[in-house]
């Protein structure tokens, strides 16, 4: 059963990966496959600087605790986390601004 179960989430990944392969390759990229479930795209910055963009598929399963992985509660994590992150920033230039605005007195 774990076997046929790792074979099934294999072939998802695998058609995932060229899922994204041939979108990527219809809008005129090329994809290099760096391994089963990685794509790297040759890409150029701004200022002519050559990199690559990699793209991995994976399916996680949970944690070692033995709760599965949930996506919808990883992307509400995500959300919180980038919001107390936002908030802390606009604190922190607040602060400076304060502390600015009282040396220049």
């Given at each position: 059963?774990?076997?046929?179960?790792?074979?099934?989430?294999e072939a998802i990944k695998?058609?995932?990966?060229?899922?994204?392969?041939?979108?990527?390759?219809?809008?005129?990229?090329?994809?290099?496959?760096?391994?089963?479930?990685?794509?790297?795209?040759?890409?150029?910055?701004?200022?002519?600087?050559?990199?690559?963009?990699?793209?991995?598929?994976?399916?996680?399963?949970?944690?070692?605790?033995?709760?599965?992985?949930?996506?919808?509660?990883?992307?509400?994590?995500?959300?919180?986390?980038?919001?107390?992150?936002?908030v802390k920033a606009l604190?922190?230039?607040?602060?400076?601004?304060?502390?600015?605005?009282?040396?220049?007195?």
């Open positions: 059963m774990a076997s046929n179960v790792k074979q099934l989430r695998e058609e995932w990966v060229d899922f994204l392969s041939e979108v990527i390759q219809r809008r005129g990229d090329e994809t290099l496959q760096t391994a089963s479930n990685e794509i790297a795209i040759p890409v150029v910055d701004a200022e002519g600087g050559e990199h690559f963009v990699v793209l991995t598929v994976k399916i996680p399963t949970g944690s070692r605790d033995g709760d599965a992985y949930d996506g919808y509660a990883a992307a509400e994590d995500y959300a919180i986390k980038c919001e107390t992150k936002r604190e922190r230039e607040r602060k400076s601004a304060e502390r600015k605005s009282k040396g220049s007195k």
